[in-house]
Nanobody, 124 residues
Framework: QVQLVESGGGLVQDGASLRLSCVVSGGTYSDYTVGWFRQAPRKEREFVATIGQSGGSTYSADSVKGRFTVSSDNAKNTVYLQMNSLKPDDTAVYYC?????????????????WGQGTQVTVSS
C-alpha cells in the first residue's frame, strides 16, 4: 500500500516562503507521477504542480508559475514544493498525490493515492 506523508506547512506572512515535503513509501517510487493539489475553504480541490516519474517533466498551474517549484529527491523518495512570494490567496490545505498512469496531470481523478494534507496559511 502506497503512503504519502506531507509536511512543512505553517502560518507565514504575505511574501514569505515555505517548502513542503511529500515522502512516498510502500511502492516503487520511480513508478509514480506525484502531484500537488490544494483546497481552500468552500472551494474545489485544484491542481498546483506535478512532477513525472523519477523526477521527470514538471508542470505548474498558471496561478503559481514563477513562484512555486516542484522537485524530486529520488534517493529520499521525496517530492518538494518550494513556494516563494506567497500570497493570502495561496491559503489552503495542500495535498500530495501519486498515480502510476497519470495522463491528465492536472486532474485529481488521475491520482490513486493521497496524503493527509498540510495547512498553509498566508496572512496579509
Amino acid at each position: 500500500q502506497v503512503q504519502l506523508v506531507e509536511s512543512g506547512g505553517g502560518l507565514v506572512q504575505d511574501g514569505a516562503s515555505l517548502r513542503l515535503s511529500c515522502v512516498v513509501s510502500g511502492g516503487t517510487y520511480s513508478d509514480y507521477t506525484v502531484g500537488w493539489f490544494r483546497q481552500a475553504p468552500r472551494k474545489e480541490r485544484e491542481f498546483v504542480a506535478t512532477i513525472g516519474q523519477s523526477g521527470g517533466s514538471t508542470y505548474s498551474a498558471d496561478s503559481v508559475k514563477g513562484r512555486f517549484t516542484v522537485s524530486s529527491d529520488n534517493a529520499k523518495n521525496t517530492v518538494y514544493l518550494q513556494m516563494n512570494s506567497l500570497k493570502p490567496d495561496d491559503t489552503a490545505v495542500y495535498y500530495c498525490a501519486a498515480g502510476k498512469k497519470v495522463q491528465l496531470v492536472f486532474s485529481r481523478y488521475e491520482y490513486e493515492y493521497w496524503g493527509q494534507g498540510t495547512q498553509v496559511t498566508v496572512s496579509s
